[in-house]
T-cell receptor, first 114, second 113 residues
Framework: AQTVTQSQPEMSVQEAETVTLSCTYDTSESDYYLFWYKQPPSRQMILVIRQEAYKQQNATENRFSVNFQKAAKSFSLKISDSQLGDAAMYFCAYRSAGDDKIIFGKGTRLHILP | EADIYQTPRYLVIGTGKKITLECSQTMGHDKMYWYQQDPGMELHLIHYSYGVNSTEKGDLSSESTVSRIRTEHFPLTLESARPSHTSQYLC????????????FGQGTRLTVV
């Protein structure tokens, strides 16, 4: 069975600084998709960024970028120029190309220090 | 703004009651999901559906049931609520296509007393 591991339950970063959230996953599949979702306090979960396993180029969305290491089964999220609005729970998620199940990690709570 | 709605937002109910948590989406998505989010915020998949009249159990053993009679509607039913069911329940939907993202509702916070 596939698993997703986020080893950092909580992290803090100074406003305007850069922070990296870690995610590793375990799968025997070669075709899959990886996602980072953000859940702000008392608000809906939203997508931050996504990556196809067959694409070697790391995805980037404005201040958010990933470091995808397929051989190491690692998918970290880098947030540059951290802003107060980035404070949230961040979830790493995995979905096999041949399945509809979306598997989430336990999440990392990110605090932004003013 | 994602058009997926969950009702009620908050519910306090007595042990043994039957309850149905509603989830509706107006995006025409064929995939829908129910997750239970525990106090530590971890998400557990309890049910999912890949279309009308198709439902599957997730990884978390659950005493709940679901139905998918219409594309837009995916209700979750607890036949007999227990204190162990106290949790936040998140509904999500995803459109057709391999790389599509999931859209989430705002959640239902259920307390069973």
């Amino acid at each position: 069975a596939q698993t997703v591991t986020q080893s950092q339950p909580e992290m803090s970063v100074q406003e305007a600084e850069t922070v990296t959230l870690s995610c590793t996953y375990d799968t025997s599949e070669s075709d899959y998709y990886l996602f980072w979702y953000k859940q702000p306090p008392s608000r809906q979960m939203i997508l931050v960024i996504r990556q196809e396993a067959y694409k070697q180029q790391n995805a980037t969305e404005n201040r958010f970028s990933v470091n995808f290491q397929k051989a190491a089964k690692s998918f970290s999220l880098k947030i540059s120029d951290s802003q107060l609005g980035d404070a949230a729970m961040y979830f790493c998620a995995y979905r096999s190309a041949g399945d509809d199940k979306i598997i989430f990690g336990k999440g990392t709570r990110l605090h932004i220090l003013p | 703004e994602a058009d997926i709605y969950q009702t009620p937002r908050y519910l306090v109910i007595g042990t043994g009651k039957k309850i149905t948590l509603e989830c509706s989406q107006t995006m025409g998505h064929d995939k829908m999901y129910w997750y239970q989010q525990d106090p530590g915020m971890e998400l557990h998949l309890i049910h999912y559906s890949y279309g009308v009249n198709s439902t599957e159990k997730g990884d978390l053993s659950s005493e709940s049931t679901v139905s998918r009679i219409r594309t837009e509607h995916f209700p979750l039913t607890l036949e007999s609520a227990r204190p162990s069911h106290t949790s936040q329940y998140l509904c999500a939907s995803r459109g057709w296509g391999a790389f599509t993202e999931a859209f989430f509702g705002q959640g239902t916070r259920l307390t069973v007393v």
